[in-house]
Structure formats: structure tokens, C-alpha cells
């Protein structure tokens, strides 16, 4: 089943759980237990058969056009002030059209924006209509301020179905739901009406958007209305695709309008499995993340758009698409890459593929923390889900012995982790049995380390079982002078200098990178003699903000700082 579902507030305000479980549906299995805060909603009818199917019955027997007979659909060319006759549905319960005089109160290049008439002048006037039609035409609110929703969504994912209005404009209607839901897409508004009993159909493309909130032309609302205009653009290319890969694309479509939806509660409960969808806020924002990440680390827009046009589902059309666009990856080490970024969220950790530069991640929870040792426990996680377990407290280099079930598939990951040092990331080799060890030997005398577990099996939970001890080992001689880097002033304005040291001669790289990881500045490329060393640095022609200098020494990154320009 497709479920395209909203919340009906931002994450600041008090979580519910929410489900619209038969909006754009299409023959897929009704998944149950879906609760809105005040009850559940029941299980409801579907197309029987794929929309191709009843599109091509339909053609041959000539009833594949809007009627107008009855004067339900969108006249010809339709144009501000018109009033017809829409059904507007009340989804309390088992949805139920009812007839209702509706306006066209806007119309842009892209859209026309039209009203229920009981909520004109109450749920909405004319300002909340004229900012919609310039959001959805001309501006947004992130990083592309000169391209509106139509734009974004049509270049990212492709063009509207406009099966049987033929109108180059879609509708984004608005009305009163009356439950907590933001907005939708319903599917059967794709056929005539009548054609698929007991259904209506607005005959049209169509977004439902709800005035419930108070805020519809609020950059939370219209970044919910390119989140439905994306669902409403992948039944066009691929009706039958997984919910969790839908969701994350419409998901993304409110990122790049610039207002994502605020990342919590996954991160306080990270065993999630990333391919299941129940509709929770915590669904969500995990597939918001991970479609953010494979946006950033494979191709941006290019791999978005051939994903979106792949006909295979799931994580297999994921894996066919990065093998189109000659990545040589496995889905099961993207899938390692990403479960570490979500705890790091640090791009410069070579080669940059653990962390976001497009949004900020709040701490992610560990499951366990040991602070004494020898130590271990056993666990279960989520097929295509992390979790994480904290060392702290550790007089010595962590030995850490992993033992998962036989006949699951494991990634393991360590992290070293020190205010500072450089941060490390390490894998540990699993045999065919899933057993491994790892002796992380350079983490000596770092604050914590961090064991990720992720399953990686398609189709099951799995258990598995670790041991961690404490290897002492005498710090070497020159240990104080570990290559460190550090900046004076910080926050600065408009120079500050950089301190590193060396514990012996090296050829040091030494350069300043912006939030999205791009050099902006190249400070030193030379050979250094052991000791303490100053770079200045004034930079010209840079905004404020926060940058990242790195220091590299023999082709290995040693260490980073943050700097902060104040201007």
C-alpha cells in the first residue's frame, strides 16, 4: 500500500502518531494498528487491480475522460474566482466524500490553489493564497531561494501524471480535515469518476492540504506541500514503490524546499528497521536521513532522478541505480557508511562519507555504555538497523570480540572518539559465521569508543553477542607531541593563527574547508621538522560562518578544528 502521510504539527510541538492508511493505496496489503491521537482509523477498501490495468480496461471501453456531465471536475481552462462542486473528503473515520462549492482563488504558472468556501476568510484569505502561488512558482525557503516548489520537485523527480485533466497546472486544495494530518495525495482522484466503486474521483491533480494548523502558507505547510506533490510525481513513474523509499524522497522534497522536518526521535531509538514503514515520527526521519545521505555522497539530483524512474523497489532499485551510475558499492556497506554518520555527522572524517553538510544531527543514543571492564552483553537488531554500544573510561587499547547469528549478515564498525584527536573509524573483519575480533590498538588514550552493529540481513531481526577488554600498553616515547591542531583566536575576526606539533618530521598539508566540505583555502604544503608550529590565516572574500581546517600529515589526515568567522 502507498501511505502518504503527514503530521499534522512540526516536530517541536507534541508528537502524535498519525496515519492516512487508504490514502494512495494500490494493491498492497493494509498495514494494521495505525493510530491518530484521538483513535484508530479502520481498515479500508483498495483498487483490485494495478493502475495500469484499470487505465487500459477503461481506454477500451472508452471511458478514460472526465465526464463534466455533472459539473464535479475542472471545467477547461479554469481561472480565478470559478466555483464548481468538489468532494471533499472527511477521513475521521472511513472516508466519505461530500459535495461542496469550492473556489479558485489563486493561479500561478504551476498551480491554481483552490479553497473550500466555508473556509474563506476563516481558515485562509487572500495573503495566505498569494504567498502559496509565489512558494510554489518562484522562491523557497533553503538553498535554491529563486526556484519554487514546481521547479525543485519537477527537476529532482520528474513531472506530474496529468492523466485526465489536461492541465498543465495541478490543484492544491484546501479545506478542513479535522484530524491530525497535514496533507495528502489520494490516488483515486488518477481515474474517472466512478470507475473504481465506492471511490469519487475530482478527476484532477490534486493535493489535499488541511487549514487545520493555522499556518498554510508557513514554510512548515508549503515544504508538507512539496512532500505530497513528490508522492504525487513517483505514482506517475512507479506506483507500486516501497512506502520507506517513497516517504524518503517526499521527505527530501522538504529539505530542498528548506524546511525539513526536525530530526528527533530516531536518534533516541536508532534499531528502527529502515525498510519497515508504520508511519511513526520516528519512520520519517529515518528515511529523511537516509535519502539526505545517498543524495550528498552519490551524485546529488542525478542519482534522486534515476532512482525515482528505476522500476525496481526497495533497496534493490537503490542498488541498480548506484550500479547504473558506476558506483561499485554494496548496499550493505552504504548502509555501514551510514549507520556511523548518524552517530559521527562529521564530514571531515576521510574520505567524508560519515556525516551530513545539509543538516545537523542531534546526538545519537547508545544502547549500552560500559565504563569497567572486562565487558559485554548480547542484543538483537533490526534487519536494515544500527545500534550502538559506548566505551568510556578505558586504561588501555579496547580488544573487542563480536559473535553474530550464523545465518544473518553483520557489519561492525568502531569509532575513536577524543576532544582532541582525530577522530578514527575502523571495520572489523566478520567471518562467514559472522564472528570477528579487533584489536584497536590506535584508539590508546582516547575518551570513548563507539561499536556500531549494524544488521544487514534483508528480512529478519538478528541476535548477536560481544566481549570488550582492556589491552595496557606503555604510551610511547614523544607521545605528548601527537600532531594536534588548535586555533587562536576562535571565534575570530579577521585573522587567527594555527598551532599543530609534530612528533617527528613529516610533509604536513594544512587547509580550510566550508560546512560542505569544499576547500576554500590551502595554507601549507611543505615539509615540517618536529615541534610546534603557527599558520595565520586571514581570509578574504569569506562570509561568516563555520569552517574546518584540517591538518594532514604523510597523505594521512592527523587532526581538525572548527573555526568560526565573525564578521
Known amino acids: 500500500m502507498k501511505h502518504r502521510r503527514r503530521r499534522l504539527f512540526p516536530a517541536q510541538h507534541l508528537v502524535r502518531i498519525i496515519a492516512l492508511p487508504v490514502l494512495l493505496c494500490l494493491a498492497a496489503p493494509l498495514l494494521p494498528g495505525i493510530a491518530f491521537a484521538h483513535g484508530n482509523l479502520p481498515p479500508l477498501p483498495e483498487p483490485g487491480e494495478p493502475y495500469a490495468v484499470t487505465r487500459a480496461r477503461?481506454?477500451?471501453?472508452?471511458?478514460?475522460?472526465?465526464?463534466?456531465?455533472?459539473?464535479r471536475t475542472p471545467p477547461p481552462n479554469p481561472?480565478?474566482?470559478?466555483?464548481?462542486?468538489?468532494?471533499?473528503?472527511?477521513?475521521?473515520?472511513?472516508?466519505?466524500?461530500?459535495?461542496?462549492?469550492?473556489?479558485?482563488?489563486?493561479?500561478g504558472d504551476h498551480?491554481?490553489?483552490?479553497?473550500?468556501?466555508?473556509?474563506?476568510?476563516?481558515?485562509?484569505?487572500?495573503?495566505?493564497?498569494?504567498?502559496?502561488?509565489?512558494?510554489?512558482?518562484?522562491?523557497?525557503?533553503?538553498?535554491?531561494?529563486?526556484?519554487?516548489?514546481?521547479?525543485?520537485?519537477?527537476?529532482?523527480?520528474?513531472?506530474?501524471?496529468?492523466?485526465?485533466?489536461?492541465?498543465?497546472?495541478?490543484?492544491l486544495f484546501y479545506y478542513r480535515f479535522n484530524i491530525p494530518a497535514d496533507g495528502y495525495f489520494w490516488v483515486f482522484d488518477q481515474y474517472p469518476d466512478g470507475s473504481t466503486p465506492p471511490w469519487s474521483s475530482n478527476e484532477c491533480d490534486v493535493i489535499y492540504m488541511a487549514v487545520d494548523g493555522g499556518q498554510p502558507a508557513g514554510d512548515y505547510m508549503l515544504a508538507v506541500t512539496a512532500h505530497e506533490f513528490q508522492h504525487m510525481i513517483h505514482f506517475a513513474r512507479d506506483e507500486n514503490?516501497?512506502?520507506?523509499?517513497?516517504?524518503?524522497?517526499?521527505?527530501?522534497?522538504?529539505?530542498?524546499?528548506?524546511h525539513p522536518d526536525a530530526i528527533s526521535s530516531f536518534n533516541t531509538q536508532p534499531d528502527n528497521s529502515l525498510v519497515a514503514w508504520n508511519g511513526t515520527w520516528s519512520d520519517y526521519i529515518k528515511v529523511y536521513l537516509w535519502t539526505l545521505y545517498l543524495y550528498e555522497q552519490y551524485g546529488g539530483q542525478p542519482m534522486i532522478w534515476a532512482l525515482i524512474h528505476n522500476p525496481l523497489n526497495g533497496m534493490a532499485g537503490y542498488l541498480d541505480t548506484l550500479t547504473d551510475m558506476h558506483y561499485t558499492v554494496a548496499m550493505e556497506d552504504v548502509f555501514r557508511d551510514w549507520s556511523v554518520a548518524n552517530f559521527l555527522d562529521d564530514t571531515g572524517v576521510p574520505d567524508g562519507q560519515y556525516g551530513y553538510a545539509g543538516d545537523a544531527l542531534p546526538p545519537f543514543s547508545p544502547w549500552r555504555t560500559h565504563g569497567s571492564y572486562p565487558a559485554g552483553s548480547s542484543s538483537s537488531v533490526q534487519n536494515w538497523a544500527g545500534e550502538y554500544v559506548r566505551l568510556v573510561d578505558m586504561a588501555g587499547a579496547p580488544s573487542v570480540t563480536f559473535n553474530g547469528a550464523d545465518a544473518r549478515d553483520f557489519r561492525v564498525s568502531l569509532m575513536a572518539l577524543d576532544p582532541v584527536r582525530p577522530t578514527l573509524v575502523r571495520f572489523m573483519e566478520l567471518d562467514e559465521s559472522n564472528d570477528g575480533s579487533l584489536v584497536f590498538a590506535e584508539a590508546l588514550g582516547y575518551e570513548e569508543v563507539i561499536l556500531t552493529v549494524a544488521n544487514v540481513y534483508p528480512s529478519a531481526a538478528a541476535t548477536y553477542s560481544y566481549a570488550v577488554d582492556m589491552i595496557p600498553t606503555d604510551a610511547p616515547a614523544g607521545a605528548a607531541l601527537l600532531p594536534r591542531l588548535a586555533a587562536y583566536p576562535n571565534p575570530f575576526n579577521p585573522r587567527t593563527r594555527l598551532d599543530f606539533s609534530l612528533a617527528a618530521p613529516g610533509a604536513v598539508r594544512l587547509s580550510v574547508h566550508d560546512?560542505?566540505?569544499?576547500?576554500?583555502?590551502?595554507?601549507r604544503s611543505a615539509s615540517?621538522?618536529?615541534?610546534?608550529?603557527?599558520?595565520?590565516?586571514?581570509?578574504?572574500?569569506l562570509a561568516s560562518g563555520i569552517y574546518l581546517a584540517r591538518l594532514e600529515v604523510d597523505g594521512r589526515l592527523h587532526d581538525t578544528t572548527k573555526l568560526v568567522l565573525v564578521k
Open 58 to 71: 477503461l481506454e477500451a471501453q472508452g471511458l478514460w475522460h472526465p465526464s463534466r456531465s455533472q459539473g
Open 79 to 107: 481561472q480565478v474566482g470559478d466555483t464548481w462542486d468538489w468532494y471533499v473528503w472527511d477521513l475521521s473515520g472511513m472516508p466519505v466524500a461530500t459535495l461542496k462549492p469550492c473556489t479558485v482563488r489563486g493561479m
Open 111 to 171: 498551480c491554481y490553489v483552490v479553497v473550500d468556501d466555508d473556509e474563506w476568510t476563516v481558515g485562509m484569505d487572500q495573503a495566505d493564497v498569494d504567498r502559496i502561488v509565489d512558494r510554489f512558482d518562484n522562491h523557497s525557503a533553503g538553498n535554491w531561494p529563486d526556484q519554487g516548489i514546481w521547479d525543485l520537485n519537477t527537476f529532482h523527480f520528474g513531472d506530474p501524471p496529468n492523466p485526465l485533466d489536461g492541465l498543465d497546472r495541478i490543484f
Open 241 to 258: 514503490e516501497d512506502s520507506w523509499v517513497d516517504e524518503g524522497l517526499s521527505e527530501l522534497a522538504m529539505w530542498l524546499y528548506g
Open 515 to 523: 560546512a560542505r566540505g569544499r576547500e576554500v583555502a590551502l595554507l
Open 528 to 541: 615540517f621538522a618536529a615541534g610546534t608550529h603557527q599558520v595565520a590565516w586571514q581570509p578574504a572574500g
